[in-house]
């Protein structure tokens, strides 16, 4: 059996991070704790492109725009989506999931889904790192996991 793994040193990796200025009490939290997670695995500031979009509709394009333009090997996406009275909720958490993945199939660069889904502002500021952990850290760990294991089975 042959195993295929990324070595999570991404000091010589190019990131993209697209975030939602909409909910910016959370997606700043999330923005924090993606850019922990890079620095700390050794990417450098000149290796970090951020991108600040409207919303999270906004969110899939500019990672895609991201990708063809600034040559990145991976893009997180930040946002947060809160549940009101309406099915406005519904329809951009799927439009925005869906965007995400159609960017990544389409492009085969990981982008990574830490855009909040929720039904409260206190769930969205624990998933921000107030109970449950960081989203955005998570997101960026998963950036560079997967942007790693592309670059093993490119050099094999």
């Given at each position: 059996m042959e195993k295929v793994?990324?070595?999570m040193n991404a000091a010589d990796l190019r990131f993209g991070i697209v975030v939602s200025r909409f909910n910016s009490m959370i997606t700043d939290k999330l923005l924090e704790g993606a850019l922990d997670i890079l620095r700390r695995h050794g990417v450098s500031e000149d290796n970090i492109v951020l991108a600040k979009v409207p919303g999270s509709f906004e969110v899939p394009i500019a990672a895609k725009k991201l990708i063809s333009?600034?040559?990145?090997?991976?893009?997180i996406c930040l946002g947060c989506l809160i549940k009101g009275e309406t099915v406005h909720f519904d329809y951009l958490a799927w439009e925005v999931t869906r965007g995400m993945d159609d960017v990544a199939l389409a492009t085969g660069i990981p982008v990574t889904n830490g855009v909040l889904t929720v039904e409260t502002v206190?769930?969205?500021?624990?998933?921000?790192?107030?109970?449950?952990?960081?989203?955005?850290?998570?997101?960026?760990?998963?950036?560079?996991?997967?942007?790693?294991?592309?670059?093993?089975?490119?050099?094999e």
């Open positions: 793994e990324g070595i333009t600034k040559s990145v090997d991976a893009v206190e769930q969205a500021m624990n998933r921000a790192g107030i109970k449950f952990g960081n989203k955005g850290s998570a997101a960026a760990e998963a950036a560079i996991e997967m942007a790693c294991l592309f670059r093993s089975m490119e050099q």
